[in-house]
């Protein structure tokens, strides 16, 4: 089960970290222009600090544990990335934007249940 837990938590880690680096890398206008809507609701400088926000997240789902320097750091991480889902399932039910509704609903279903068996059974 360890090692499935690193597999998910890997293919998340690398998840957010795309996803952080693109709200890092590319202009707000390119990503609205992509399909993220609700980047028109907020100014350039949330996006910069939401794709940080996801980008760290990652980096604390593996490193940390990796390395086995302050542990207590994965599973913290994940419970961060599963409340900036929570935040992003929320701003997309006011945008009405229903379709765009389940993949943070996954991701932060996925994160909960990284920091939940990190904290419980499968701790450091």
Known sequence: MNIALWIVASVLAAAFLA??????????????????????????????????????????????????????????????LALVMVVAVLVHIRRHETKHVVSPLVLGAIAAAVAVLRFGPFSF
């Open 19 to 80: 996803s952080g680096a693109a709200k890092i890398f590319q202009p707000r206008e390119k990503l609205i222009a992509g399909g993220y809507g609700w980047a028109e609701d907020v100014s350039p400088l949330q996006v910069k600090l939401i794709g940080v926000v996801e980008a760290v997240g990652a980096v604390g789902l593996i490193v940390p544990a990796a390395l086995g320097i302050l542990e207590v750091l994965t599973p913290a991480a994940g419970v961060g």
